[in-house]
């Protein structure tokens, strides 16, 4: 039996096979809304190929309402899970196997209750110049402001079955903080018709393109959202800048102030780049991340 549901839209030709994930972290939302609305537009309007839609692969962290389900195993660290492990294992393995299946790959996340990510699409810096064509092609067809290329070497996410097998691959991000905001949802719409348009599966009249920055960034560990400017202590965060903004190495990203109120320590920028990603939820602990610069 099957752990989430598919939803499969067939033609005569079953070429090219397009996968579209939504829910691989439980409290994404705009995602899961973008399928939803997919699966309820497409039926009829595909010309060639196959679509297969899942609105939420981790329907357990899902009903939780968390980013993962109750194992605490993060979905897009086990890839390609175990038949035979705990739930998220059992959902990587077949997950897993479904990518393997894909000729082109969508998997599309958000910043999730902790988070806010600026709107992005994303793809690795795959070693074989094809498929890193396709990708970036991929990406820019979904035509989100800010395109995102790191290394292709980091383990157990679902782009990373999708770069072991040679599929050209992206994903996306798109807000959070445990909101469902409606333009992100109607960007994740336009985003995954674009590509099909793209693809020729599906009549498309393509709009103008909104990408404004490409950073390709090759250094190991690159992509690796988790472990930014990490905490030092428990604590309360507050930030100082906005997603988007621009910070250069040094610039102070925000605070972490000790419970009891006593104690603030700083957060100082490594790099120079944009602010992708923000901590939401003030409350932090120590060691996680608060913020993502590319
Ligand atoms: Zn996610």
């Known amino acids: 039996m099957s752990l989430f549901n598919k939803f499969v839209i067939e033609t005569d030709n079953d070429y090219p096979h397009l996968l579209i994930t939504a829910g691989v972290h439980g409290d994404e939302f705009e995602s899961i809304r973008c399928i939803h609305t997919l699966i ?4 009829g309007n595909l010309l060639k190929g196959k679509l297969t839609l899942v609105p939420c692969v981790n329907t357990e962290a899902f009903l939780l309402g968390n980013r993962t389900a109750a194992d605490e195993l993060d979905l897009a660290r086990i890839c390609p899970g175990d038949p035979n492990g705990t739930i998220t294992m059992r959902v990587g393995h077949e997950l897993s196997q479904l990518i393997r299946t894909a000729d082109y790959y969508i998997d599309l996340h958000t910043g999730g209750i902790r988070f806010s990510v600026h709107p992005l699409t994303g793809y690795l810096l795959h070693p074989d110049q094809q498929v890193l064509d396709c990708s970036k092609w991929l990406a820019k067809s979904f035509n989100l402001p800010f395109i995102w290329g790191t290394d292709w070497r980091l383990p ?24 469902c905001s409606e333009e992100g949802v109607s960007d994740y719409i336009n985003g995954c018709l674009n590509v099909l348009g793209r693809l020729g599966m599906m009549n498309r009249v393509q709009p103008e393109s909104r990408v404004k920055t490409i950073v390709e960034d090759p250094r ?31 610039d102070v990203l925000g605070t972490v102030r000790t419970i ?10 490594n790099q120079n780049g944009t602010v992708i990603v923000l901590r939401t939820f003030s409350m932090v602990r120590k060691g996680e991340a608060t913020v993502v610069i590319a």
Do not use: W
């Not at 309820?40 to 039926?43: E, S, T, Y």
């Not at 157990?156 to 903080?177: D, F, Q, V």
């Open 156 to 179: 157990g996410r679902s782009m990373s079955i999708a770069c072991e097998y040679g599929i050209p691959a992206i994903y996306a991000e798109y807000l959070g903080g445990a909101q």
């Open 40 to 43: 309820n537009q497409l039926p």
């Open 260 to 269: 009891d109120g006593r104690y603030t320590s700083k957060l100082i920028a």
């Open 220 to 250: 190991r560990g690159s992509g690796h959202m988790q472990v930014c400017h990490p905490a030092e202590f428990d604590g309360f965060f507050t930030p100082t800048y906005s997603l988007g903004d621009t910070v250069q190495q040094g």
